[in-house]
């Protein structure tokens, strides 16, 4: 059973760095909400958005841009 969970926003390289942290800052809170509304406790959600600093893959192709616009999760208590 999870206790603490961290939603976690990714975006690509494309836009400044400002837009790429707000856009990745969304996507994480649009999955809290989700959960949330699914019976999950807000206290038991972080959302935090990274923009582009964490790439998973090149942004050199569209591939890999698309690979980089995600959300993970990190079981920080169980």
């Known amino acids: 059973n999870v206790k603490k969970l961290r939603i976690e926003?990714?975006?690509?390289?494309?836009g400044g760095k400002d837009?790429?942290?707000k856009l990745s800052q969304s996507r994480a809170d649009?999955?809290?909400d989700y959960l949330v509304?699914?019976?999950v406790e807000r206290s038991r959600?972080?959302?935090?958005?990274?923009?582009?600093?964490?790439?998973v893959a090149p942004n050199?192709?569209?591939?890999?841009?698309?690979?980089?616009?995600?959300?993970e999760f990190m079981i920080l208590e169980k």
């Open 19 to 21: 837009l790429n942290l």
């Open 30 to 32: 649009a999955v809290a």
């Open 45 to 55: 959600l972080l959302a935090e958005g990274f923009g582009d600093t964490k790439a």
């Open 9 to 14: 926003g990714h975006a690509d390289d494309q």
């Open 60 to 71: 050199l192709t569209a591939r890999g841009r698309e690979q980089n616009r995600r959300v």
């Open 37 to 39: 509304k699914k019976g």
